[in-house]
């Protein structure tokens, strides 16, 4: 199978702190991750694209700046979310395609976000 | 724009009884995706569908593909409870040399005793 882990699973924060978020493929190599968030009861939200060694595409409405996004290497991706605040409290999923399988995106746990 | 509509967004049944999702979409696409979600969990891959036509089953789920009327359906036989949960369609869309998937709003469905 193809596992996508994701640390942390749950955070708090206060508000106007940074919070990084991993998203690592354990067996596989992912050229393609997908960042996304989810508020309850919606569906999932793209946020950004981001393929391994070249910036991440965001979505409209999406602030590069208060997501940042690294695909360093071909198992890992980070979001970091910048001077949270409580409207950024959210569940965040990400999600990974192997190399020249385009069929299927493999996703992580979730991390839910919560800032005080 | 590539949309994808699920009906019903909510769905009450009892157990034993049959019912079926529905989701269309507006354009056409090459792949179609049926997932599962659990509260507070993250997503489970139930079926790609790739081809008009295609019909895939697992256990009391079955989903099929119709790719002239852009429509996918999911059939739920003889529900039990364990099937509660939210069901998300989705159809690939390329974008940038890259494939995004479009999300249906989702389904809850709650299977009662």
């Known amino acids: 199978g193809a596992v996508v882990s994701q640390h942390p699973s749950w955070v708090i924060c206060k508000s106007g702190t940074s919070v990084k978020i991993e998203c690592r493929s354990l067996d596989f190599q992912a050229t393609t991750m997908f960042w996304y968030r989810q508020f309850p009861k919606q569906s999932l939200m793209l946020m950004a694209t981001?393929?391994?060694?070249?910036?991440?595409?965001?979505e409209q409405g999406v602030e590069k700046d208060k997501f940042l996004i690294n695909h360093a290497s071909l198992t890992l991706s980070t979001l970091t979310v910048t001077s949270a605040h409580p409207e950024d409290s959210s569940f965040y999923i990400c999600?990974?395609?192997?190399?020249?399988?385009?069929?299927?995106?493999?996703f992580g746990p979730g991390t839910r976000l919560l800032v005080l | 724009e590539l949309k994808v509509e699920q009906n019903p967004l909510f769905l009450s049944m009892q157990e034993g009884k049959n019912y079926t999702i529905y989701c269309n979409y507006s354009?056409?696409?090459?792949?179609l995706y049926w997932y599962r979600q659990d509260p507070g969990k993250s997503l489970e891959s139930l079926f790609v569908?790739?081809?008009n036509g295609a019909v895939k089953q697992e256990g009391r789920l079955m989903a099929s593909l119709d790719t002239k009327a852009r429509l996918s359906t999911l059939h739920i036989t003889a529900a039990v409870h364990d099937l509660s949960a939210t069901y998300f369609c989705a159809v690939d869309k390329e974008k940038d040399s890259n494939y995004q998937l479009i999300w249906g709003a989702g389904t809850k469905l709650i299977i009662k005793p």
């Open positions: 999600s990974a395609r192997r190399a020249y399988e385009f069929e299927t995106q493999y």
């Open positions: 569908l790739l081809s």
């Open positions: 981001s393929n391994e060694g070249s910036k991440a595409t965001y």
């Open positions: 354009t056409t696409s090459d792949r």
